[in-house]
Nanobody, 120 residues
Framework: QVQLVESGGGLVQAGGSLRLSCAAS????????MGWYRQAPGKQRELVAA???????NYADSVKGRFTISRDNAKNTVYLQMNSLKPEDTAVYSC??????????????WGKGTLVTVSS
């Protein structure tokens, strides 16, 4: 089993910044992509940003130029730097990891989520 623990959420004013962290621990063999998803009240969960083990990144159009995803493979940790936050960024942000077992089996793991609230 792999556990993902997020931190860094909170309340911030519009235009402000927050940095989310997600640390993976447990029986890790190899983690491919890691990513951040978010779900606002009454809306479906959406991909915010993802990063491969080779540091290729992908962003939702709504956050391009404002958010930056990064990772530290040695620490099995992924980060999301969020700048110029807007009220519409308010959501629960969850971390995802694409884990590969030694057998080659792929597994999806999710963190419990951290709430980001942006006030206007």
């Amino acid at each position: 089993q792999v556990q993902l623990v997020e931190s860094g959420g909170g309340l911030v004013q519009a235009g402000g910044s927050l940095r989310l962290s997600c640390a993976a621990s447990g029986s890790i063999f190899r983690i491919n992509a890691m990513g951040w998803y978010r779900q606002a009240p009454g809306k479906q969960r959406e991909l915010v940003a993802a990063i491969t083990s080779g540091f290729t990144t992908n962003y939702a159009d709504s956050v391009k130029g404002r958010f930056t995803i990064s990772r530290d493979n040695a620490k099995n940790t992924v980060y999301l730097q969020m700048n110029s936050l807007k009220p519409e960024d308010t959501a629960v942000y969850s971390c995802h990891a694409d884990h590969i077992r030694a057998s080659g089996r792929r597994e999806d793991y999710w963190g419990k989520g951290t709430l980001v609230t942006v006030s206007s």
